[in-house]
């Protein structure tokens, strides 16, 4: 079994998740952290022949970037021998396979039950542009905040009332008359660069779904969601883009 670009830069994302993962048989993957504040779910080009739970994905990494060094890599999955091959022409390593009750996986096939009360659009661009700029002013929280006509991303700290904030608009996502705040922690904020759809579900749940590939992120709200008077939107209220 061999693994794309597409599929390492996968598995360095869900490294900054959590340092383990449950490799699940097929080519449908995902990983959570231990605290389940944010988990994300992925399809790869490889399609894996077995489960295997591996607890350190980083070193994994460094070991397929040093046998990757001595030509093309491939990797095995002997059966009953709980190990994880990975193989050049010239070079091979083995990684024994974890204990499954160690490794902290996503909730099965989750997808939330209820529709979500507040969508727009997040291009890769503002995403790293809204992380960059609490990285620069060591703000600890990214808010997504309407004013019922335009969207704003703001860096704060909301636990400080006199922090300095750095705002910027969110071109292409007007509203009518339906006014939020959506507070989320950077550090939770951890999903692959790319343009999201962003889904707001009540009270306090996040999800980031690519428009570019098959990528699902979610994230805890660090507050419970905001509206206008206190309200949510009627059912029949548009409050998507």
């Known amino acids: 079994m061999q693994l794309s670009k597409s599929d390492l830069l996968l ?22 952290a231990n605290s389940q504040s944010m988990f994300a779910y992925a399809e790869f080009d490889a399609t894996f022949p077995t489960d295997f ?5 980083n070193h994994f990494l460094q070991v397929y970037d040093l046998v990757a060094s001595t ?28 204990p499954v009750e160690v490794i902290r996986t ?4 989750f997808t939330p039950k209820e529709k979500p009360v507040i969508s727009f659009t997040l291009k890769e661009d503002m995403l790293a542009y809204g992380k960059k700029s609490a990285a620069i002013n060591q703000f600890p ?10 969207i704003y991303m703001t860096a704060e700290n909301i636990e400080n ?17 339906f006014e ?17 759809r962003v889904d707001i579900y009540n009270p306090i749940l996040g999800r980031f779904s690519s428009e570019n590939r098959d990528y699902t992120f979610y994230s805890a709200l ?13 059912d029949d209220e548009d409050v998507n883009e």
Do not use: C, W
Request: glycine share 6%; no cysteine; charged share 25%.
């Open 11 to 32: 598995l360095s994302n869900f490294a900054s998740i959590n340092q383990s993962v449950m490799f699940q048989e097929g080519n449908k993957q995902g990983t959570s």
């Open 53 to 57: 739970p591996l607890f350190d994905l």
């Open 71 to 98: 030509g093309d890599v491939e990797l095995e999955f002997p059966e009953e021998e709980n190990v994880l091959i990975v193989k050049s022409d010239v070079t091979q390593q083995g990684l024994r396979a974890a």
């Open 106 to 109: 996503p909730p099965k096939d």
């Open 141 to 150: 929280n990214l808010i997504f905040e309407s004013d019922g006509a335009d």
């Open 161 to 177: 009332p006199s922090s300095e904030q750095h705002r910027r608009k969110i071109e292409g996502n007007l509203k009518s008359g």
């Open 180 to 196: 939020f705040r959506v507070v989320f922690s950077v550090s939770r904020l951890k999903m692959i660069s790319d343009d999201y």
């Open 222 to 234: 660090d507050s419970n969601v905001d509206y206008n008077n206190g309200q949510f939107p009627d």
